[in-house]
């Protein structure tokens, strides 16, 4: 979306910023979900450094799902 379009709340009713949060904390999560499957994957066919990489890409994203969480959490509470 060029910058002089760029949706704010009028349509949605969710201002940019909100709705990036939200997105955010649901791709970090769901991340988190496809990483396992990706790590089970490497496990089942003896790889075990490949797992220990999808392993570590798992916490980062599970981290940046809690860190969303508490930030909604903080912003919904206010």
Do not use: P
Request: glycine residues 8%.
């Amino acid at each position: 979306m060029e910058t002089g379009t760029q949706e704010s709340g009028q349509v949605t009713g969710t201002k940019d910023k909100d709705y990036n949060l939200i997105w955010f904390t649901e791709q970090c999560l769901e991340n988190a979900l496809r990483l396992e499957t990706y790590a089970q994957d490497a496990e089942r066919d003896g790889d075990s450094e490949l797992a220990d990489l999808f392993r570590r890409a798992q916490d980062a994203s599970r981290r940046g799902g809690e860190q969303g969480k508490d930030a909604l959490r903080k912003r919904l509470s206010a």
